[in-house]
């Protein structure tokens, strides 16, 4: 799980994305402003990045617009 060492975790949310690469969009989705970890892995058969992000730094809107603007995934698990 990749950890931002600077970043105050506080409150946490999680969403999880879809994508033909988690390495990819381990990278991407970890880079995004408000993101405090993020770890790979599968779920139903398909590539996944679980990310936990501080809702006071960045809404779920925005954290999918980011995603979305850096083409991170190709679908979104709700939870």
């Known amino acids: 799980m990749q950890e931002h060492l600077n970043a105050d975790r506080g409150q946490v949310e999680k969403a999880t994305f879809g994508m033909y690469c988690f390495w990819t969009g381990e990278a991407k989705l970890g880079s995004i402003d408000g993101v405090v970890s993020s770890e790979p892995g ?29 083409q991170a995934f190709d679908r979104i698990f709700i939870h």
Do not use: H, R, T
Not at 42 to 60: A, K, R, T
């Open 42 to 70: 599968f779920m139903g058969g398909s590539e996944v990045v679980s990310v936990e992000y501080n809702p006071d730094l960045i809404s779920y809107e925005e954290l999918v617009n980011n995603a979305s603007k850096q």
